[in-house]
């Protein structure tokens, strides 16, 4: 089946800039997804991209796609504490169930 | 609009017995999933409804059952829980269609199966 890799851990300085990254296998997906779940709750999304973009930006969110290499990563500028939590990276073909990647805990150090 | 919600928000069952957990969601979204959350693996997909009176399995069906017997709710049931069914269980919904739909998610029930 269809497979999201993601690496489990991050750790970034206060005001540094955090890359998550994520690779994928579907060469049919038409959107990928960034969901953040914060400690005891559920996820929610943070941004997405349609697979024919190379990069979205929304704020302190950078989201860039390399289609060829199937690779995806979100940046988050001026990481704040705020920020620690789990980063699901996820994928969608047409109607079928999104497939996530196991998430990376992102931990920022004050 | 509460989105989705799962109820209960917590639950501890001894091996053998039997529950349910209730999943609705009140934005007349068609598809309803179940997932399983669980340290370093991920999220995974148990069973999911495209539609009221429709379900298919996911990844990890066993030991599982699911009926969607109104578009807005999804129940999932364990028959005879399992110590390794111990978990946070997350439903989601989502408007079907090719273009870009976001899916919500629940806040969770931890089940913890003794």
């Known amino acids: 089946g269809e497979d999201v890799e993601q690496s489990l851990f991050l750790s970034v300085r206060e005001g540094d800039s955090s890359v998550i990254n994520c690779t994928y296998t579907?060469?049919?997906?038409?959107?990928l997804y960034w969901y953040k779940q914060e400690p005891g709750a559920g996820l929610q999304l943070l941004t997405y991209?349609?697979?024919?973009?190379d990069m979205k930006q929304d704020q302190r969110l950078t989201v860039l796609l390399n289609k060829k290499d199937k690779h995806l990563s979100l940046r988050i500028a001026d990481t704040q504490t705020g920020d620690s939590a789990i980063y699901f990276c996820?994928?969608?073909?047409?109607?079928?169930?999104?497939?996530f990647g196991k998430g990376t805990r992102l931990s920022v150090i004050a | 609009n509460a989105g989705v919600t799962q109820t209960p928000k917590f639950r501890v069952l001894k091996t053998g017995q039997s529950m349910t957990l209730l999943c609705a969601q009140d934005?007349?979204?068609?598809?309803m999933y179940w997932y399983r959350q669980d340290p370093g693996m991920g999220l995974r997909l148990i069973h999911y409804?495209?539609?009221?009176?429709?379900?298919a399995k996911g990844e990890v069906p066993d030991g599982y059952n699911v009926s969607r017997l109104k578009k807005q709710n999804f129940l999932l049931g364990l028959e005879s829980a399992a110590p390794s069914q111990t978990s946070v269980y997350f439903c989601?919904?989502?408007?079907?269609?090719?273009?870009?739909?976001?899916?919500?998610f629940g806040p969770g029930t931890r089940l913890t199966v003794l």
């Open positions: 989601a919904s989502r408007r079907p269609g090719q273009a870009y739909n976001e899916q919500f």
């Open positions: 409804s495209v539609g009221e009176g429709t379900t």
């Open positions: 934005m007349n979204h068609e598809y």
């Open positions: 579907d060469s049919s997906s038409t959107y």
């Open positions: 991209i349609f697979s024919n973009m």
């Open positions: 996820a994928e969608v073909s047409g109607n079928t169930p999104l497939v």
